[in-house]
């Protein structure tokens, strides 16, 4: 049975009892949020050595990484670097995204098999994926049209291979394309964009949604989490909150009420572009929309207008979205909108949304968010060096910085100050011989 199913019976299952191990609650109330559907684990058992993981309010804010290749860039290797990368710098989920090269189809599915397998093995995150991607690099034509039969197939292929959760996107339906039309931007969504160009040639509603029977069937079997996607997600600051967007999304809560009664975990994508004060208001009305599903989002990103800095642009949303709402976000790196990143730019969105993530824990009063926080102040204080990059987010960085100013400096035994103020101008050694004096 599936973990939503475990739950609805009372029964607690392993992978609950980590997830309360890992977060420091009974596991009862892991139980309960399972349950309700408010929190999610996705773990597909074919998926050996992974490592189960909570999502939900009731947990603290994770991350996720998108890896895998592009149609011009990037291969096995290169992915496999990039995964270790994220896990390293503490991505706890991860998505290939990876699609086909333009040969024959049943290379193209063997080399997406290869990737994807080559990641599952090296994974001890839950890994997704975006099914549709697959599916039209193994058709013909300089533009395949999708084959809603051949998805269903790739789903059930991946499901099979051990896919922890997928992004479908099932709630962008054909009364929304003139909606969508309207917008500066349009459909920015990959897999959107897909789906809205087969309704319109086709004169036939969204087969993910038509199927979607099917679709639950297919995942109930492996226990594969749905992460709805959203299609119609702004892809700029002028579509954002949008009437196309809304209206995704309210089918987007029809189709969570749908699995959860099929015994089928589910969370929601979120937007894309969305100024900063619109954030809150996006967080709280999924959450009433979607039944308090799981809310991933992607940035936001507050400003359209700092290519090669947007993972500090979406940085600042993500803060506010895992302090409003949001459970788990999905990282933008500084390459976004300029091309595929490379491992360095992986490093650099996990540790930019590990921040994010951390601060809304922190904001939103988590308990026990702002304990590292606590012994960073009094590693500062101490001047205890070695204390503040045990506790630091990026340990290594930090201390590269401080032997970098040591070895500018010449000071390689003065540790009781730093470069910013000097030893005369520290106002941590003045507080601490006024305490001293007291």
Sequence with gaps: MTQL?????GIVTEAMRAVAAEEGCPVEKVLAEVASGRAVIPLNPAHK?????GVGRAFTTKINANLGRSPSRSGKGDELEKLQVALDAGAQFVMDLSVGTGRGAEEI??????????????????????????????????IPV???????????????????????????????????????????????????????QHDAENPLYTHWDEVMEILAEHDVTVSLGDGLRPGCLADASDAAQFAELSVLGELVRRCRARGVQVMVEGPGHVPFNQI???????????????????????????PGY?????????????????????????????????????????????????????????????????????????????????????????????LR??????????????????????????????????
């Design 5 to 9: 199913e475990a739950a609805k019976q």
């Design 49 to 53: 050595g992974v490592k189960p993981t």
């Design 109 to 142: 599915r063997q080399e997406l098999r290869d990737i994807r397998q080559g990641m599952l093995d090296a994974s001890s995150a839950p890994l997704g994926t975006v099914p549709i991607y697959e599916t039209i690099s193994r058709l013909d034509g300089e």
């Design 146 to 200: 999708m084959d809603p039969n051949y998805l269903l197939q790739v789903i059930r292929e991946q499901a099979e291979q051990g896919v922890d959760f997928m992004t479908l996107h099932a709630g962008l339906l054909r009364a929304h394309l003139p909606l969508a039309m309207k917008r500066k931007m349009g459909i920015v969504s990959r897999g959107g964009a897909i789906m809205a160009e087969w309704m319109k």
């Design 280 to 306: 809150q208001m996006n967080m709280e009305r999924e959450q009433t929309e979607c039944d308090g599903a799981p809310f991933y989002v992607l940035g936001p990103v507050v400003t359209d207008i700092a």
């Design 310 to 402: 947007d993972h500090i642009v979406s940085a600042i949303g993500a803060t506010a979205a895992a302090t409003y709402g949001a459970s788990l976000l999905c990282y933008v790196t500084p390459a976004e909108h300029l091309g595929l990143p490379d491992a360095t730019e992986v490093h650099q969105g996990c540790i930019a949304y590990l921040i994010a993530a951390h601060a809304g824990d922190v904001a939103r009063g988590l308990p026990g968010a702002r304990d590292r926080d606590d012994k960073m102040a009094e590693a500062r204080y101490n001047f205890d060096w070695n204390a503040q990059f045990a506790v630091a987010l990026d340990p290594c960085a930090a201390r590269e910085r401080w």
């Design 405 to 438: 100013t040591r070895a500018e400096s010449g000071a390689k035994h003065d540790d009781d100050h730093c470069s910013m103020c000097g030893k005369a101008f520290c106002a941590v050694r003045t507080s601490r011989r006024m305490r001293e004096g007291l």
